[in-house]
């Protein structure tokens, strides 16, 4: 009876159960069982690659076309769809493409086409080349241009034609092989030999230098067998970009060195034919330069240069661009290259930069083809119709000088010579201050009287080369003989203060040292560089090749000399003023001269600190007015000091003006000739400084 009970109460329960949840696949919705569509509340279910289909308390799931189930019920728990491989799976079958046969001309003419399984190789008759790339068109290949037949080709040049001769006679047949990267090494191995020497001043050297690296190039570039090869030595560096593929590449491709940047399309690379391999480089060289001859040809161009004095040089490192397109003289879209200057400067009426090619016909460099589309200080940017090698060229125009320095300096140099005339008069005829220093100064004085006219009267004049070339020697030699004759006065100070009893310099001596060192250093000077005398702007010493320190490093030895000697003159004057018994007139005279000596020294001597900037082309205004008025007004600073500052000059001028204004009053000639103690005395000179009272 409990049993029975026991069952009954059981399935009462299973009843009230059953009639509260829902089967697997179906939620409670009001009291009733609705279907779960689980494709929409689990989008991922099934994996990637397939769809999920619902069903009444289920779903499915089925592989995309070309997939397949990873198991055998593709179910959610499974691991989704793989990739079916039909080659193997499906009954048709893949047979080998014959590309020999069915693309046609795929390796070109002249050429054996062999067909492999999945794949082809050309191999190329004898005289013709696919630079060892087996599936790339096989071109013909000429070696004549490594030819080095002339007699003037230089022997290393020889050397490296030879070794590029010998590559590409390996490459015309069937069994060529690639040695890109080793010949580019020997290639900028011989450059650098080539360009050590810097400045290349013979237009054929530079044309059969720059056409070996472009030949060169044109042989190397398609062997190279990374994408981008760049490579850099002691004085070249390069970039190379090369592709390969079936079809021709598109868009642009742009190198770049540390003093350049070249940019174009690959289609310009290309050209009309493409091989299946195209490639560009760009070449640029650290220490490679024109002579003056080869630049001043370029104002042969321009009409506007003929009636002016223009200078010209390259602000930019020389660069050559390479493309695997033959055909290069007249491009069909212009390229683009971006020099950095050497020399940062900016663009005004004295600067204009121009792009450059060099020309192997005109064995100069030409502006021909090339436009320049925007400059700076530090880069200008190139656009040319064609390739070759370039560079930025900058013109230095001369620029005239203000009304105001050019009238300074005529009327500085007139009042100049003017004082000048009147210290030699007074210095030879003056017998009250005879001595050795008055020779010095009479000496001083000529030179640069003779100096200062003719700088007057021939700095300018640059139209007759010989003319100017004569007036710069002589400004050479007297200018560097009056700071000679100012050595001499400072050796004579110190033989008056130190050796008493030897004061007197022997004439002989004196004219050895004040003009016999100038005449050597200029006849010296003039047999090493007889060009450096007038430059296109000024009738002085040229820039070119350091010459002008001709002239400033003997000034410079001298003014150092003349330095220590006054240092030490005025160390023993100082020791001589505490002595127990000095003869104070002596001494004071003694250092009134010294002091008037470097006085003069440091007028002349600093005149010419601020001359360094007056020949530049980028002297500032400041140091070129400051070089004028010294220069103007030297010659009045020296009457000043020696002239008018000496107290027996003064009497002796008054007597001269009180003679010529009072008719009683004794003439000029007695200026002369005096025969006072005055003017008797010194010509004995005293027996402790060997000069006269002043």
Not at 231 to 260: F, K
Not at 604 to 614: A, K, N, T
Request: charged letters at 20%.
């Amino acid at each position: 009876m409990d049993l029975k009970r026991a069952l009954l109460l059981l399935g009462l329960f299973l009843v009230f159960s059953e009639s509260r949840n829902c089967y697997i696949g179906f939620e409670r919705r009001n009291s009733s069982c609705v279907d779960i569509d689980e494709c929409v509340t689990d989008p991922g279910l099934c994996g990637a690659y397939s769809k999920c289909f619902n069903t009444h308390g289920s779903y499915y799931c089925n592989c995309n076309e070309g997939f397949r189930s990873t198991t055998a019920n593709f179910t959610a728990t499974s691991e989704g769809c793989r990739d079916i491989n039909e080659c193997i799976e499906k009954t048709r079958e893949c047979i080998d493409k014959d590309e020999c046969k069915d693309v046609p001309d795929v390796c070109g003419t002249n050429t054996n086409c062999s067909n492999h399984q999945g794949s082809y190789s050309c191999k190329c008759h004898e005289g013709y080349s696919n630079y060892g790339n087996s599936q790339s068109k096989c071109t013909e290949m000429s070696c004549d241009h490594f030819e080095s037949d002339t007699e003037d080709t230089p022997v290393k040049l020889k050397t490296l034609l030879a070794l590029l001769r010998s590559s590409c006679e390996s490459l015309r047949g069937p069994n060529g092989h690639q040695t890109g990267e080793q010949l580019l090494e020997n290639l900028f191995t011989f450059t650098d030999e080539l360009l050590s020497g810097g400045n290349i001043a013979d237009g054929k050297m530079l044309n059969h230098c720059l056409d070996a690296v472009e030949n060169s190039m044109r042989l190397i570039g398609p062997q190279l067998k990374d994408p981008v090869t760049r490579m850099e030595t002691h004085n070249t560096i390069a970039e190379v970009a090369v592709t390969r593929n079936q079809t021709p590449p598109s868009g642009r491709v742009t190198l770049s060195t540390d003093s350049a940047l070249f940019s174009t399309s690959w289609e310009t690379v290309v050209g009309k034919s493409y091989p299946g391999f195209a490639f560009a480089a760009l070449v640029s060289y650290k220490d490679l330069n024109s002579s003056s001859d080869l630049l001043h040809k370029m104002s042969n161009e321009r009409s506007d240069d003929k009636e002016t004095s223009v200078t010209y040089q390259l602000n930019s490192k020389v660069v050559t661009a390479v493309v695997s397109n033959a055909e290069t003289k007249q491009l069909s879209e212009s390229v683009t290259l971006v020099f950095r200057h050497v020399e940062e400067r900016v663009e005004s009426e004295r600067v204009a930069y121009s792009c450059v090619y060099w020309d192997e016909i005109e064995g100069a460099w030409s502006g021909r083809g090339c436009e320049r589309t925007e400059s700076n200080s530090t880069h200008t940017v190139c656009s040319c119709s064609h390739l070759s090698s370039f560079a930025v060229l900058m013109a230095l125009y001369p620029v005239q000088d203000s009304f105001d320095l050019v009238l300074i300096t005529r009327v500085g140099l007139v009042l100049s010579l003017v004082c000048l005339f009147l210290c030699i008069l007074t210095f030879k005829f003056c017998r009250s201050i005879q001595g050795t220093r008055t020779s010095i100064h009479l000496h001083l004085s000529i030179c640069l009287f003779i100096a200062d006219l003719v700088f007057l009267c021939g700095i300018s004049s640059t139209h007759n080369q010989v003319a100017c070339g004569i007036v710069a020697g002589l400004l050479h030699f007297f200018f560097l003989s009056a700071f000679c004759w100012m050595l001499l006065e400072g050796v004579q100070l110190y033989r008056m203060v130190v050796l008493v009893f030897h004061t007197t310099l022997k004439h002989l001596y004196m004219y050895l040292v004040g003009y016999g060192v100038p005449l050597f250093v200029v006849t010296i000077s003039a047999i090493t560089f007889p060009k450096g005398y007038g430059t296109d702007r000024h009738c002085w010493l040229s820039l070119d090749g350091n010459f002008i320190w001709s002239f400033f490093a003997p000034v410079c030895i001298i003014v150092i000399l003349n330095s220590f000697v006054f240092i030490i003159t005025v160390w023993k004057l100082a020791e001589k003023f505490s002595s127990l018994n000095p003869d104070l007139s002596k001494l004071r005279n003694i250092r009134r001269f010294t002091v008037t000596a470097v006085a003069q020294m440091c007028i002349l001597g600093g005149m010419w600190v601020f001359g360094c900037f007056l020949f530049q082309e980028k002297g500032t205004q400041v140091a070129l007015y400051l070089f004028t008025i010294l220069n103007s007004f030297q010659g009045a600073l020296i009457f000043i000091m020696h002239c008018l500052l000496s107290k027996p000059v003064r009497d002796e001028y008054c007597k001269l003006i009180r003679s010529i204004c009072s008719p009683k009053e004794k003439k000029y000639s007695e200026f002369s000739t005096n025969q006072s103690s005055n003017s008797q005395q010194p010509l004995r000179s005293h027996q402790t400084t060997g000069e006269s009272k002043i």
